[in-house]
């Protein structure tokens, strides 16, 4: 299996990515810039895929870039696959939150960033990724149980895991009778 995690250079990502080396799959970490933690997941990687798989163990290929910019999650999906010879699994992950205590302080920028990496991200990167999935490929969507009960200091990162849910969903729809399932999982703390 060859897989795409964006954020995966730490937290949910990083324990996505080394699960998926335990499995023997190769992973290409999407990162913004965070280059010593995305080289620690790319150590923590291999290590976990050499003591569970072929003898070389997986694949890692770090790839950093602004997952809001369509052309990169284009580079991406290219890159990933011509490295690592196809594609599986999109894990959509990356996301940014700013809390703020009031509306009145969520700048047009803000908003526009948040919304740009969180939601258009995952859609540019799942367009990109979606010609080279066959059927049993999958895409998984991180949301946050925010996207349900809301968050009163992170009304614009909750409303992007809202669109999410959305998105998830009408997605799955639309690609069911492909195989390709889309499926969503959602972050407890926030």
Do not use: W
């Not at 499995?23 to 150590?43: F, P, Q």
């Not at 999906?77 to 969520?106: M, S, W, Y």
């Not at 908003?111 to 999935?133: E, I, S, W």
Request: net charge negative.
């Amino acid at each position: 299996m060859r897989a795409i995690i964006t954020g995966g250079d730490s937290g949910i990502g990083r324990a996505v990515a080394i699960a998926y080396a335990k499995e023997g799959a190769s992973v290409a970490i999407v990162y913004l810039d965070e280059h010593d933690a995305a080289a620690e997941t790319k150590r923590l990687v291999e290590q976990s895929g050499a003591q569970a798989s072929a003898p070389n163990g997986p694949r890692c290929l770090l790839i950093a870039g602004d997952i809001g910019d369509e052309a990169f999650c284009g580079k991406v999906v290219q890159d990933t696959v011509a490295a690592l010879g196809g594609l599986d699994i999109v894990v959509n992950n990356a996301a940014e939150q700013h809390p703020q205590d009031k509306l009145e302080d969520i700048s047009a920028e803000q908003l526009v960033r948040t919304f740009q990496t969180n939601v258009f991200g995952m859609f540019h990167l799942a367009k990109a990724a979606l010609p080279h999935l066959q059927q049993g490929a999958s895409i998984i969507n991180t949301t946050s149980v925010t996207a349900y009960r809301g968050s009163a200091n992170l009304l614009d990162y909750s409303s992007t895991k809202g669109a999410i849910v959305a998105f998830t969903r009408s997605l799955a729809v639309n690609k069911a009778a492909e195989g390709v399932r889309v499926n969503g999982g959602e972050i407890i703390n926030g």
